[in-house]
């Protein structure tokens, strides 16, 4: 994702209350790996704040997406491409017609880390099915899915062959929208009505998470974002009986106050957004009701975690620092805090109450 994780001014002391930040830390709990049957009390996904890491394909972060995988986050990132100029979906920051990462395409769990890289969409989705069979009772992971150009229907890389990629790789890893809706009419309902599963619950899923991407947003000639297609998309599956094929959650993106699905002007695909994902900076400062998004149960993804006055490195800050600006937005409702923290996987692995 665009200029997500740059490093910002480090050093800087939090400024809330020691009785603040004692009482925060005291709510900080660590994702256990393989977490056991939820007891009756146990709040639901919508309840908890993890974190997340930014473009985790990168092989300056980590050498093989399985220690991605590895790290503890319960978010990590994919930057995806699927323009005429380039073969199938390639996963790549900057190069839009290739691949250039950290995924080798495993096989099986025992091929894990020792394949050329480089791979495209289908290669990282083989590495986590792997690494999933592998560890299958593994923490619930958001991949965040940034479409940098958008879906490309022509060339066989639009919504329902997105869907049959991950279907067809993860199968019953992933957790589908409707997984989520069961009864309700649309997935605004069900998580209204509290329909997201704990996170025990979810032991060995993926979620997957989309965005339109940075040169979407900025072509234009391209009047069918990624967000608005892919929720048009759920909302004819679940008219046609057939919401059991869609294999991901589109998210409202950039920060703004009020209900920013309003933006859509079909009123019917509004219902089917229930991610929302900005600058976390923006959330914190332009007066936006945040706990709109968490009485509500929706999935509120905070970026740039690190840029929040004051202002922490944006790689490695001390551990004080990345936890508290975690439990600081925690407090302000993110369901997630993301930042490029990869060299602190004690606050990777951590998850706090929400609010």
């Avoid at 894990?112 to 890289?117: G, I, S």
């Avoid at 990629?165 to 069900?190: I, K």
């Avoid at 967000?227 to 869609?246: F, N, P, V």
Wanted: charged share 20%; net charge negative; hydrophobic share 40%.
């Amino acid at each position: 994702m665009g200029n997500s994780g740059r490093t910002a001014s480090g050093g800087a002391r939090h400024t809330r209350t020691v009785a603040v930040a004692a009482a925060a830390a005291a709510l900080w709990v660590t994702a256990a790996e393989g977490a056991s049957p939820a007891a009756a009390a146990e709040p639901s996904y919508a309840a908890t704040t993890g974190v997340g890491v930014h473009n985790a394909y990168e092989k300056a972060k980590y050498p093989y997406f399985a220690d991605a995988l590895d790290s503890g986050a319960s978010l990590l990132e994919l930057d995806v491409w699927t323009n005429a100029f380039g073969a199938g979906w390639r996963v790549s920051h900057s190069n839009p017609l290739g691949n250039d990462n950290n995924c080798e395409n495993a096989a099986t769990p025992a091929e894990l880390r020792t394949k050329a890289r480089d791979q495209s969409l289908a290669g990282c989705l083989a590495d986590m099915k792997a690494w999933h069979d592998a560890h299958p009772g593994h923490r619930p992971i958001v991949i965040k899915t940034e479409m940098k150009d958008g879906f490309y229907g022509k060339s066989g890389r639009g919504p329902d062959d997105l869907d049959a990629l991950l279907s067809g790789t993860l199968g019953d890893a992933l957790l589908r929208p409707a997984d989520v809706v069961g009864d309700h009419p649309d997935l605004d309902a069900a998580v209204q009505a509290g329909a997201w599963p704990s996170r025990s619950a979810l032991a060995g899923k993926f979620i997957v998470e989309l965005i339109p991407g940075t040169v979407e947003e900025n072509n234009p000639l391209d009047t069918l974002w990624t967000d608005r297609e892919y929720a048009t998309h759920l909302r004819d599956l679940a008219a046609a009986g057939q919401l059991r094929r869609a294999a991901a959650f589109p998210a409202v993106h950039n920060a703004a106050a009020g209900d920013p699905r309003t933006r859509y002007q079909d009123t019917a695909i509004r219902p089917w957004f229930v991610f929302f994902d900005g600058d976390a900076s923006a959330y914190v400062t332009q007066n936006i009701d945040t706990a709109w998004y968490d009485t509500r149960h929706y999935i509120l993804i905070m970026t740039d975690a690190q840029n929040v006055a004051p202002a922490i490195d944006g790689t490695s800050p001390t551990e004080a620092q990345a936890r508290a600006r975690v439990n600081d937005l925690a407090a302000r409702h993110a369901s997630f805090a993301t930042a490029d923290w990869y060299p602190l996987p004690s606050v990777l692995s951590a998850v706090v109450p929400r609010g």
